[in-house]
């Protein structure tokens, strides 16, 4: 079965301070994982996914997350926060990198930035 | 590329009384979800179509839940009859199959 444990269920950070939002997953295969964000009243917008090729992967708006095997976690960070960021985030875990299927979310993290 | 509709974007109704939600995805997209979104937690999957076959409804509680997509395209979720607990927010994503879903802004469901 697939699980994904997102480790803080609130996070609050100054506007410029780094961002850290943790995530650990559980998979019996291969798995894809992605970081998505809601903000408030505004549907689900994906800012990067991971499907097995580099394990650091690149998103929008300057995100960014390492997929670690050996750990079994998929961080998401953020060097600087910007008041645009507060939101809420979810990590999310399926098999297969072609058609998606069933996501399998966490419970998701709010972030709220500080001026 | 215009994204996901979905209408209508707020409904409150009371309890026992039945709702209709609609989807339309994104051109193309041949791959539907619906999804539940209580809130403070992440979206559930409640029904997955591959064209207007159904995939994957294990979590759809079909004796008040119903959905279909005839002809491929838009797709209609049902309620009949509606409980205090289905309150939530009801998402529709649609997938092209190069590994992304894409969600419509949602229909907030209060039953009262």
């Known amino acids: 079965a697939q699980s994904v444990t997102q480790l803080d269920s609130h996070v609050s950070v100054s506007e410029g301070t780094p961002v850290l939002l943790r995530c650990n997953y559980s998979s019996s295969y291969s798995p894809s994982l992605f970081w998505y964000v809601q903000h408030p009243n505004k549907g689900l917008q994906l800012l990067l996914k991971?499907?097995?090729?580099?394990?650091l992967v690149k998103g929008i708006n300057g995100f960014e997350a390492e997929f670690k095997k050996s750990e079994t976690s998929f961080h998401l960070t953020k060097p600087s926060a910007h008041m645009s960021d507060a939101a809420e985030y979810f990590c999310?875990?399926?098999?297969?990198?072609?058609?998606?299927?069933?996501?399998?979310f966490g419970q998701g993290t709010t972030l709220q930035v500080k001026p | 590329e215009a994204g996901v509709a979905q209408s209508p974007r707020y409904k409150i109704i009371e309890k026992r009384q039945s709702v209709a939600f609609w989807c339309n995805p994104i051109?193309?997209?041949?791959?539907l979800y619906w999804y539940q979104q209580i809130l403070g937690q992440g979206p559930k999957l409640l029904i997955q179509?591959?064209?207007?076959?159904?995939?994957?409804d294990s979590q759809l509680p079909k004796d008040r839940f119903s959905a279909e997509r005839l002809k491929g395209v838009d797709s209609t979720l049902k309620i009949q009859p509606a409980k205090l607990e289905d309150s939530a927010v009801y998402l529709c994503?649609?997938?092209?199959?190069?590994?992304?879903?894409?969600f419509g802004p949602g229909t907030r469901l209060t039953v009262t």
């Open positions: 999310v875990v399926t098999h297969g990198s072609g058609n998606t299927g069933k996501l399998i």
């Open positions: 179509f591959q064209n207007n076959g159904v995939v994957d």
């Open positions: 051109s193309g997209h041949a791959t």
């Open positions: 994503a649609s997938d092209g199959g190069v590994g992304e879903q894409y």
């Open positions: 991971y499907t097995s090729a580099a394990t």
